[in-house]
């Protein structure tokens, strides 16, 4: 089958908050933009049930209305929007292409916005609660629900230890299940020694999850003690999990320099190892994954590319 070929100023491979806002820049320079969403436009935002922490929103709003109202403005500069999945990029030249199943698509820039998804535990019936029906993986976005109730953090490294004190400033019990013998985490010894003395915090060694249980919403968390295979039924009412992050890039394998454990390396421009290429958001290397941040990478990447593809204009002139 020959392909379409279409040609763009910028495109934009992913649309979560970050590749919305990067749009929402290229289209109001009056860039010829394209967005490519495999999925849901929105990414992983939509899936939130409430965002109290996204600045402007008082009362809070659900991340389907934020996500909805960045589509609306992306639209309104003239974005266009293809819901497709892409194959492959060859992003070295000066003439970067970007490859779907019907279309070839020619860019002068590329912002990358790929995000990534939280790595599950595959437990039984882990599917029925996600996101908003009781387990999450943000403490900073969801701690707020959890007052004087009882939660369980899945997970020993830096984040999971951090993220469980920060959620006993409002939960009054915090229960972490660690699938290593006692004593034994991957969190940094001064965070591990400031859980310990947390007098809210629970610890159960030698632990993993078996199935979630509950009916609208989580209310049990069945553990299985790693060395005896026993049961343990532990009431909850909500769980975190804070087992490691899987960014989108394996179609960027060898084209472009990521980290080991998958992301992108950018500067603080949003620049990546590939002039004319950016990266924005959840896919790169960096330390909040949060819409605020998104948000500020979009708009970095946006102006970015904006940039480059003048300065190229002036170097073609001369």
């Known amino acids: 089958m020959d392909k ?4 763009y100023d910028v495109v934009i491979i992913g649309a979560g908050a970050s590749g919305l806002t990067s749009s929402i820049y290229c289209g109001r320079a009056k860039l010829k933009t394209l967005l490519i969403e495999k999925s849901l436009v929105g990414g992983l935002a939509t899936y939130t049930n409430e965002i109290a922490n996204y600045p402007g929103f008082a009362e809070g709003i659900t991340g389907i209305d934020l996500m909805n109202l960045f589509h609306k403005q992306a639209k309104n500069f003239g974005v266009n929007f293809k819901l497709t999945d892409v194959k492959t990029v060859q992003l070295e030249d000066k003439d970067k292409v970007v490859e779907t199943f019907r279309v070839i698509y020619h860019a002068k820039s590329v912002i990358i916005a790929t995000g ?3 790595r599950v535990t595959n437990a039984t019936n882990e599917e029925k609660f996600l996101f908003d029906k009781g387990i999450s993986f943000c403490a900073t976005c969801d701690a707020v629900y959890y007052i004087d109730k009882t939660v369980m953090v899945i997970g020993s490294g830096d984040a999971a230890i951090e993220e469980g004190m920060f959620l006993t400033k409002f939960a009054k019990k915090v229960i972490v299940a660690i699938r290593y013998h006692e004593g034994t985490m991957k969190a940094s010894k001064t965070v591990q020694e400031q859980a310990i003395k947390n007098p809210k915090i629970e610890f159960i060694w030698d632990s993993v999850v078996d199935s979630f249980q509950g009916g609208e919403r989580l209310n049990t968390v069945i553990l299985k003690n790693t060395k005896t295979e026993d049961l343990i039924e532990i009431p909850v009412d909500g769980c975190f999990l804070f087992i490691g992050y899987i960014p989108n890039t394996k179609i ?27 990266a924005v958001g959840d896919v790169r290397d960096k330390v909040l994954r949060q819409v605020a941040t998104a948000v500020g990478d979009g708009a970095v990447g946006g102006i970015g590319a904006d940039k480059y593809i003048t300065k190229s204009k002036v170097f073609e002139k001369n």
């Not at 379409?4 to 040609?7: A, C």
């Not at 960027?252 to 950016?278: D, R």
């Open 252 to 278: 960027f394998k060898g084209k472009i320099n990521l980290t080991p454990q998958g992301y992108i390396s950018t500067t603080e421009n949003m620049e990546t190892n590939i002039e004319g290429v950016f």
């Open 116 to 118: 990534g998804k939280p």
């Open 4 to 7: 379409k070929h279409e040609y």
